[in-house]
T-cell receptor, first 111, second 110 residues
């Protein structure tokens, strides 16, 4: 049982490049979500999913796409990276009303 | 949508002193999570409160949930340098969205 696995941990992108942050969980959790955390701020919800095939927007969805083709995986895609997307990204999963499990974070810098 | 407001946003206390961090919701709280984050690191689960009036403790940290006030408080007794970090409260909204407050940055001075 690996919990929530996020990759990569660190990434530097050039403006306009695209990339995918991977998130996988092996706990059969229905709910998965992506957050970004900027300096001095809490976690802001980007996108979330309540089950395979179902996704919805959070507070700051612009510039990001997600898909949930399987229960285990919830990748976050940056279509055309911008410096404003420099942030730390966290993936999370939970089952029902239980504990939320977070990945270790992905540090993304867009230059 | 549900919003969580944490206060204070930043807190500096002398080692050994007690402190309280509050988390206030714009809507009814059905459950409240508290997490701690060391600077530049991931999130550490502290506690989850699910019922009004519920109170949980872990070592020197106690959290309470007041549903009527739509508020939760996190109290640290006899603070230590190891308590320093960012404290985040999170809650599930009616649409199953899991949202978080903006965080409280705690500094412990020796």
């Amino acid at each position: 049982n690996a919990g929530v696995t996020q990759t990569p941990k660190f990434q530097v992108l050039k403006t306009g490049q695209s990339m995918t942050l991977q998130c996988a969980q092996d706990m059969n959790h229905e709910y998965m979500s992506w957050y970004r955390q900027d300096p001095g701020m809490g976690l802001r919800l980007i996108h979330y999913s309540v089950g395979a095939g179902i996704t919805d927007q959070g507070e700051v969805p612009n510039g990001y796409n997600v898909s949930r083709s399987t229960t285990e995986d919830f990748p976050l895609r940056l279509l055309s990276a911008a410096p404003s997307q420099t942030s730390v990204y966290f993936c999370a999963s939970r089952h029902g009303g239980n504990t939320i499990y977070f990945g270790e974070g992905s540090w993304l810098t867009v230059v | 949508s549900q919003e969580l407001e944490q206060s204070p946003q930043s807190l500096i206390v002398q080692e050994g002193k007690n402190l309280t961090i509050n988390c206030t919701s714009s809507k009814t709280l059905y459950g409240l999570y508290w997490y701690k984050q060391k600077y530049g690191e991931g999130l550490i689960f502290l506690m989850m409160l699910q019922k009004g009036g519920e109170e949980k403790s872990h070592e020197k940290i106690t959290a309470k949930l007041d549903e009527k006030k739509q508020q939760s408080s996190l109290h640290i007794t006899a603070s230590q340098p190891s308590h320093a970090g960012i404290y985040l409260c999170g809650a599930v909204s009616g649409a199953q969205k899991l949202v978080f407050g903006q965080g409280t940055r705690l500094t412990i001075n020796p």
